[in-house]
């Protein structure tokens, strides 16, 4: 059993970065895919950034894409998302995710385990 804990949420003004940390523990991740999602009130839950543990293959959504950095300390058994830019349109709650099939998943319904969230709102 895999358990996820988000951290590294909060306020930010626009234009202003986070990090987002994403701690797993009960189980070697080895040879599985991590992602991040994030939901805005009112909205479907949607795929933000994805790594693969083993060889770091990442795979980014366009809205992300040369904003947002994913990442994975081994040694830390933590998956990172680096948010730099920030704009109001990415206030949402984030939530990491674990996929024990599949290389890289761009869909939630792909994923097996999830952490419990974390909130990101950014002020213009």
């Known amino acids: 059993q895999v358990q996820l804990v988000e951290s590294g949420g909060g306020l930010v003004q626009a234009g202003g970065s986070l990090r987002l940390s994403c701690a797993a523990s009960?189980?070697?991740?080895?040879?599985?895919?991590m992602g991040w999602f994030r939901q805005a009130p009112g909205k479907e839950r949607e795929f933000v950034a994805a790594?693969?543990?083993?060889?770091?293959?990442?795979r980014y959504a366009d809205s992300g894409k040369g904003r947002f950095t994913i990442s994975r300390d081994n040694t830390k058994n933590t998956v990172y998302l680096q948010m730099n830019s920030l704009n109001p349109e990415d206030t949402a709650v984030y939530y990491c995710?674990?996929?024990?099939?599949?290389?890289?998943?761009?869909?939630?319904?792909?994923?097996?385990?999830w952490g419990q969230g974390t909130q990101v709102t950014v002020s213009s």
């Open positions: 995710a674990a996929a024990l099939d599949g290389y890289l998943p761009g869909t939630k319904d792909d994923y097996d385990v």
């Open positions: 790594i693969r543990w083993r060889n770091i293959s990442t």
């Open positions: 009960g189980r070697t991740l080895s040879g599985h895919a």
